[in-house]
């Protein structure tokens, strides 16, 4: 998960995440290793950005740091991205987190 010079690419937050984190970008067709598997990235990737550890099925939950943070709406396989297309909230949706957020005063009472 280095590139030539020893730097890591990808950084496994927790050994149960299901996704790797970015920590450099990452360009399309540049060939990254994953757990001793050669992959080659299919679109341009940032820093911070999550790419799957391995193939994974619509519905499966993701975790980073070790907690699930979503649900896949899609398959994805190893090394592709997983972000906002392929991803839902397990948790409140934003309007409704909001709409709960105006409908308190100024003061929090």
Known sequence: MSDASGRPQVLLLHPSDNVLI?????????QIDIEGEPYVIAQ????????????MSAGEKIRRYGAPVGSLSQPV?????VHMHNLQSDYLATHTRQSVARQRSPKGE
């Open 22 to 30: 970015c920590v450099q970008s990452l360009a399309v067709g540049q």
């Open 44 to 55: 341009n990737l940032a820093v911070g950005h999550k790419i799957a550890r391995y193939d």
């Open 77 to 81: 396989k190893a090394g592709e991205w």
